[in-house]
């Protein structure tokens, strides 16, 4: 027998799929890289463009405080400090329109408050009437516009 008569041939065929594989999931890398930027980036976007809107409100908020104040004078100092609490140039945005937000809450207690008491006024002085029709009276609070 020959010396090297019994190695196979196919065996001496150099394999290359290792770096075939690896150039692949370099690849796949690369793609979800691109993928992930991508999706910051549109994070990036949606995010300003909410910060946009933020301020426009904020800015809106102020125009409406003066209309109110100019509207309401006898309650102007309220809708001016509300104007500068959310106005404050050294609070971040976040703060600005949590501020704006809690003032808007309370004013809409404060004006139902107002209405639930005007219609109990309101009710309270119709059964008044009542009571004083029923004894034969008449009453200014018969003629309520309520």
Same mark, same amino acid.
């Given at each position: 027998?020959?010396?090297g ?6 065996l ?8 075939a594989?690896?150039? +692949? ?25 909410d ?7 904020t ?20 809708? +001016? +400090? ?8 050294n609070?971040s945005?976040i703060d600005?329109v949590?501020?704006m937000?809690?003032f ?5 207690l404060?004006?139902?408050?107002k209405?639930?008491n ?5 009710y309270?002085?119709r059964?008044?009437?009542?009571t004083?029709a029923a ?9 309520s516009?309520?």
């Amino acid at each position: 027998m020959i010396i090297g008569s019994t190695i196979d041939p196919s065996l001496l065929v150099n394999d290359y799929s290792g770096f075939a594989r690896a150039g +692949e999931i370099r690849g796949q890398a690369t793609a979800q890289l691109g993928k992930d930027i991508a999706g910051a980036a549109m994070t990036g976007v949606s995010m300003y463009k909410d910060m946009k809107a933020q301020e426009g409100q904020t800015n809106a908020f102020g125009k409406s405080m003066d209309a109110m104040s100019k509207a309401f004078p006898d309650q102007a100092g309220m809708f +001016e +400090e509300a104007k500068m609490n959310v106005m404050d140039p050294n609070a971040s945005l976040i703060d600005r329109v949590a501020r704006m937000n809690g003032f808007m809450e309370t004013f809409g207690l404060i004006n139902q408050q107002k209405l639930l008491n005007a219609q109990a006024q309101y009710y309270g002085a119709r059964g008044a009437a009542a009571t004083a029709a029923a004894a034969g009276g008449g009453g200014a609070a018969a003629n309520s516009p309520f």
